[in-house]
């Protein structure tokens, strides 16, 4: 009896617990825009900004789709074109980037993000999401003005 009423009260503490943390009975704080943009007059790629850089890595599939919540473009000191691509993805060995596809038809570029698993069959994954970057060298171009895409980001540069 008094290890079944012991029990109850445990179960009864721990779903109390469960129901304040989400509430926390108080005024929940605004978002606020957060930016990741580039210094004026910067053509340097910006820095992780709080995000992992992730270099990609050769695997087997072509994996799934990752849609780019940041995009940046621009060509650094060097004459070379770069892009900075920033998303939200799973953790290292079950979702690592693949190679970035790069398509070029005139002055548009289009980038494809993908991210596949190298962990074993069987392992399993823990679902948490973590901000990740990636710099990706787009080589020497003609003088002109460039659009990047990736999903449904776009970002602009003029060499």
Same mark, same amino acid.
């Given at each position: 009896?008094?290890?079944?009423?012991?029990?109850?009260?445990?179960?009864? #503490? &721990?779903?109390?617990?469960?129901?304040?943390?989400v509430? #926390?009975?108080?005024?929940p704080?605004?978002?606020?825009?957060v930016s990741?943009?580039?210094?004026?007059?910067? $053509?340097? +790629?910006?820095?992780?900004?709080?995000?992992?850089?992730?270099?990609?890595?050769?695997? !087997?599939?072509g #994996?799934?789709?990752? $849609? +780019?919540?940041g &995009?940046?473009?621009?060509?650094g000191d !060097?004459?070379r074109a770069?892009?900075w691509?920033?998303?939200? #993805?799973?953790?290292?060995?079950?979702?690592?980037?693949?190679?970035?596809?790069?398509?070029?038809?005139?002055?548009?570029?289009?980038l494809? %993000? /993908?991210?596949g698993? !190298?962990?074993p +069959?069987?392992?399993?994954?823990?679902?948490?999401?973590?901000l *990740?970057?990636? /710099?990706? !060298?787009?080589? %020497?171009?003609?003088p002109?003005?460039y659009?990047?895409?990736?999903?449904? *980001?776009?970002?602009?540069?003029a060499?």
């Amino acid at each position: 009896m008094r290890r079944a009423i012991a029990i109850t009260i445990l179960a009864a #503490g &721990l779903a109390s617990a469960c129901g304040s943390a989400v509430g #926390g009975g108080s005024t929940p704080a605004h978002d606020r825009p957060v930016s990741h943009g580039l210094p004026p007059g910067s $053509q340097s +790629p910006p820095t992780s900004g709080g995000a992992t850089l992730v270099t990609p890595r050769a695997g !087997d599939g072509g #994996g799934l789709p990752v $849609q +780019p919540v940041g &995009l940046r473009a621009g060509v650094g000191d !060097d004459g070379r074109a770069w892009a900075w691509a920033t998303w939200w #993805g799973g953790i290292p060995t079950c979702n690592v980037l693949r190679p970035v596809a790069i398509q070029r038809t005139g002055h548009v570029i289009r980038l494809d %993000l /993908r991210e596949g698993s !190298d962990a074993p +069959p069987g392992t399993v994954c823990a679902e948490i999401a973590m901000l *990740k970057a990636v /710099r990706i !060298d787009l080589g %020497l171009l003609p003088p002109g003005t460039y659009l990047v895409r990736a999903g449904d *980001k776009r970002a602009t540069f003029a060499v």
